[in-house]
Each structure stands twice: as structure tokens, then as C-alpha cells.
């Protein structure tokens, strides 16, 4: 079965860099996976922030990127501010309606 | 804009059977693939499976299949997660969420938490 591996957390400073990646048990994620990535902070519903591998959703601020490093899926935020502390999650199409999420990485700004 | 409504609150003991709904409102609904995702208290999201409400094609991730039954009736728009004899196990955040065609998860319900514990 599939597993799709996150760090489970990070830490950045605030106005720091961070990029959090998504891997695959066996091979390289690609954009043919189409990887997305989500926000979930306690109590509430996951928002989307990415898609198709680095398509930010509407209202997501550009300090946010998405894109594709090396074998993983990778997100970067850049100038991480205090809200950005959250748990944050990628998805992964496996092919035939079936998706894969991440473990999911929590991540401190402190 | 699509938006999802999800049934409220359950509270069951194990061995009950518990369907939960998502009703969805917007353009042309019926053409949306709906997903079920769970989130368990203390891990991370879960993808469940999808239904597409048009003609009700479902997929099941291997890790639910057998263990609930995801349905839809499009003339009300809704998507349903059913159980026949839940556990304890199944205690958990259910979310609902429609898949555009770019392959993700746009729009997402509420959430309906699930308890069960005798």
C-alpha cells in the first residue's frame, strides 16, 4: 500500500523560510500526481492552498509556493508569520479515483 | 459558490449502524465528485473515497473498503458515509469535500464528529 511521508514538524523563526516536502514510499511524486497541499488549524476545516503542484488557491498569499524538489513534492513559505503556525498537509493522485494524504507536518513559528 | 452542509453531531455505541450526510448547494452539482476524508483525534487526515453524484461511481481508498459504504442520491444533491456496526475505532472528524477537475479538494463541509463508546 502507497504511504505518503511528511515531516511530522518543523520549526521556523518568524519571518523565516521553510519548505515542507511530500514523498513517496516507492518512486518520485511528479507533477502527474498532482500534488495539493492543505492548512488545518485546531477546530477548524482544512483550507486549500495549493494545487496542481504550485497553482496557489484564491486568497492564498504569494509567499506560499509550491513546486517540485528533487523526488518530493515541496512547499515553501517565505516570511512565515505567526498564523502560519498549522498543521499542513499534502495529497497525492494515485490514478484511478484514488487519492493519498499525507502524514502531515505540524508546524511552530516560534 | 459551492457550498456543503454536513449532518450534526453523533453520538453511538459500538455495534450501531450511523449513515452521515453532505448536502451540496452551487452550479451544477450534480457534476461533482464528492470525497470523504477523516481525521481522528491526535492524526492527520485520512482520504476515505469519492462518489461522483452524477451517476454515483465510487472509489474506496484500501484502507475503507469493506468498512463503509459511501453512497449518493443527486436529486438532492447529497453524499452519505454509512457504517453497519461501528467501533470505537471509528470515533473521528468526518469532512466532506468536492474534488474539481485539477485533482484536488476545493470546497470542504463542516465536519460531523462521530463518537462511539459504550
Known amino acids: 500500500q502507497t504511504v505518503v511521508t511528511q515531516e511530522p514538524s518543523f520549526s521556523v523563526s518568524p519571518g523565516g523560510t521553510v519548505t515542507l516536502t511530500c514523498a513517496l514510499s516507492s518512486g518520485s511524486v511528479s507533477t502527474s500526481y498532482h500534488p495539493s497541499w492543505y492548512q488545518q488549524t485546531p477546530g477548524q476545516i482544512p483550507r486549500t492552498l495549493m494545487y496542481?503542484?504550485?497553482v496557489r488557491s484564491a486568497g492564498v498569499p504569494d509567499r506560499f509556493t509550491g513546486s517540485i524538489l528533487g523526488n518530493k513534492a515541496a512547499l515553501t513559505i517565505t516570511g512565515a508569520q505567526a498564523d502560519d503556525e498549522s498543521d499542513y498537509y499534502c495529497a497525492l493522485y494515485m490514478g484511478s479515483g484514488i487519492w493519498v494524504f499525507g502524514g502531515g507536518t505540524k508546524l511552530t513559528v516560534l | 459558490e459551492v457550498q456543503l452542509v454536513q449532518s450534526g453531531t453523533e453520538v453511538k455505541k459500538p455495534g450501531d449502524s450511523l449513515k452521515i450526510s453532505c448536502q451540496g448547494s452551487?452550479?451544477?452539482?450534480?457534476?461533482?465528485?464528492i470525497a470523504w476524508v477523516r481525521r481522528m483525534p491526535g492524526k492527520g487526515l485520512e482520504w476515505m473515497g469519492i462518489?461522483?453524484?452524477?451517476?454515483?461511481?465510487?472509489r474506496y481508498s484500501p484502507s475503507f473498503q469493506g468498512q463503509v459504504t459511501i453512497s449518493a442520491d443527486k436529486s438532492i444533491s447529497s453524499a452519505y458515509l454509512q457504517w453497519n456496526s461501528l467501533k470505537a475505532s471509528d470515533s473521528a472528524m468526518y469532512y466532506c469535500a468536492t474534488k474539481t477537475p485539477g485533482e484536488y479538494f476545493q470546497h470542504w463541509g463542516q465536519g460531523t464528529l462521530v463518537s462511539v463508546s459504550s
Open positions: 496542481r503542484t504550485n
Open positions: 462518489i461522483y453524484l452524477r451517476d454515483s461511481d465510487t
Open positions: 452551487g452550479d451544477s452539482f450534480t457534476n461533482h465528485w
